[in-house]
């Protein structure tokens, strides 16, 4: 029987909050109330215009395939929101629209992945992106990374760690899990360094637009030669509608789209008719008051945290995450999860989920709930460690 299972599959990892996810749902629907620290999903609407949008063309019953790299419009506008928000040029034709930033990260490692390659990734970092280099049969080099450098890959690891079969460098800033972002500077030297190198250079931006503190810098201000992922999702509130972008060296525009023919045939056309509106102003103006909130669940909770005892080695300056030390607390933070769940009713992911690097000793908590239900989390927290 599991000769019929693809050998791959044997590296594909699975997510371990899922299961405690659905052990919270088992847990609701006997009653039970659930703080939910674990998603990583914005608890917001999505706004109210893109809404309109994505319905009025719905009612039209005009919904047909789009070009592979999506509707003209909508990658103009994208070029023009690189000029607004961070003052570079990016050619339109280098655009794609994609089924999110996970539909991005198929085309770009499709792209440019042979079996064998490596790629280099932190860790603790995001997981799906390492399982879509299982995918294409190509592995990753997971570098292990801490609060010293933001959790960020640096040029001198890269330089250390890089090896004959080393294809590319994947960073996300703001990061998931840790929340910190890599300082400009830093940016630009793990670019040269990775084009010194021969390598792709793949820049995670799905967190730029949740920085609380100082800025985020786009990959493209340093080099054309990049990839670029970012998507509607989490800034503008759209995890579901299933949409995002990537932005390819110039040599990657035909593979890309012939790749993107294949595989998508095109990326949801309501969603990109919604994602025209996440560009108004309007909704601009609620996105930014969102933005305030979540600076403000990040404060609260980043200080309860530490009035609980977890040690916090940096001070998250994006995404909604926050990577917490429990070692105080438990050798086994993913039993500390299970427990914090069936005990007292709040979830949270724990450290395995995101790689091996220390992970026993890590707790991500997610501040995607208002402040008001985080408080009575950090005290339902207070007497399940009071416990211990
Ligand atoms: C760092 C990072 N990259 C990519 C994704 C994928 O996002 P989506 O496919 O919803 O755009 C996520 C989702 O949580 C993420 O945290």
Redesign the pocket.
């Known amino acids: 029987m599991t000769k019929r299972i693809a050998n791959r599959m044997a590296q594909i990892s699975p997510f371990y909050v899922m299961a405690l996810l659905q052990r919270a749902k088992e847990l609701e629907q006997q009653g039970k109330d659930i703080i939910h620290l674990g998603i990583?999903e914005p608890d917001f609407p999505t706004p109210k215009l893109v809404a309109k949008a994505g319905m009025e063309l719905i009612a039209t019953g005009e919904v047909k395939y789009t070009a592979a790299a999506g509707l003209p419009q909508l990658r103009e506008r994208i070029a023009q929101f690189y000029q607004e928000t961070y003052g570079v040029k990016v050619a339109k034709e280098r655009i794609f629209i994609t089924?999110?930033?996970?539909?991005?990260?198929l085309l770009a490692l499709g792209a440019s992945l042979n079996p064998d390659d490596e790629v280099l990734m932190s860790d603790p970092c995001?997981p799906?992106?390492s399982n879509f280099v299982s995918l294409f049969n190509a592995k990753t080099r997971f570098v292990p990374v801490n609060a010293a450098s933001d959790y960020q890959l640096t040029a001198d690891a890269i330089k250390a760690h890089w090896q004959p079969y080393t294809k590319g460098v994947l960073i996300?800033s703001p990061?998931?899990p840790t929340g910190t972002l890599i300082k400009a500077a830093a940016l630009q030297q793990a670019i040269a360094q990775t084009s010194a190198l021969g390598g792709c250079f793949f820049s995670?931006e799905?967190?730029h637009g949740l920085v609380y503190d100082g800025q985020a810098t786009t990959a493209l201000q340093f080099s054309d030669d990049v990839f670029v992922?970012n998507?509607?999702?989490?800034y503008f509130g759209m995890?579901g509608w299933?949409i995002?972008w990537l932005i390819v060296p110039e040599v990657f525009i035909e593979p890309v789209e012939k790749l993107a023919q294949n595989l998508f045939i095109a990326t949801s056309t309501a969603s990109q008719y919604a994602a025209l509106a996440a560009f108004e102003p309007e909704t601009i103006l609620e996105l930014e008051r969102r933005r305030v909130e979540f600076s403000k669940r990040r404060d609260y909770l980043y200080q309860a945290l530490q009035s609980l005892g977890f040690t916090l080695e940096t001070k998250p300056e994006g995404?909604f995450y926050i990577y917490a030390n429990c070692a105080k607390f438990t050798n086994d933070s993913f039993q500390f999860a299970r427990d914090l769940l069936e005990t007292v009713g709040v979830a949270v992911t724990p450290g395995k989920d995101f790689g091996n690097h220390a992970e026993n000793h890590y707790i991500r908590f997610a501040y995607t709930t208002s402040i008001e239900r985080m408080a009575v989390a950090i005290a339902r927290i207070h007497d399940f460690i009071g416990r211990l």
């Open positions: 990583g089924p999110g930033a996970s539909g991005a990260f995001y799906c992106n996300a990061s998931n995670d799905i967190y992922i998507s509607f999702s989490k995890t299933r995002g995404a």
